[in-house]
Nanobody, 118 residues
Framework: QVQLVESGGGLVQPGGSLRLSCAASLSIFRLYVMGWYRQAPGKQRELVATITNGGSTNYADSVKGRFTISRDSAENTVSLQMNSLKPEDTAVYYC????????????WGQGTQVTVSS
């Protein structure tokens, strides 16, 4: 059974940093584009960042220059380093695995809360 388990959320002051991690029990990690999404109260889930097995990254405009996504294929993990956090970054953050093989299913983690507040 595939599991994506996030960790690292919490409460941080504006301007602070957090690092989220996601451990993936995927049999062929390299065949998935890994990503982070977030959902704030009353809003739709939105893309934060994605990373391919080759290391190509994509970021939402709102986090460019502040967040960095990375993946470790030896450990089957994907991380999100979040710096210069703002109150508008407050949301539940979800890890996502998007398969590059047609017909395979995608997977979501259970989410981790990030709250940016003074």
């Amino acid at each position: 059974q595939v599991q994506l388990v996030e960790s690292g959320g919490g409460l941080v002051q504006p301007g602070g940093s957090l690092r989220l991690s996601c451990a993936a029990s995927l049999s062929i990690f390299r065949l998935y584009v890994m990503g982070w999404y977030r959902q704030a109260p009353g809003k739709q889930r939105e893309l934060v960042a994605t990373i391919t097995n080759g290391g190509s990254t994509n970021y939402a405009d709102s986090v460019k220059g502040r967040f960095t996504i990375s993946r470790d294929s030896a450990e089957n993990t994907v991380s999100l380093q979040m710096n210069s956090l703002k109150p508008e970054d407050t949301a539940v953050y979800y890890c996502h695995a998007d398969p590059t093989i047609r017909g395979w299913g995608d997977y979501w983690g259970q989410g981790t809360q990030v709250t940016v507040s003074s």
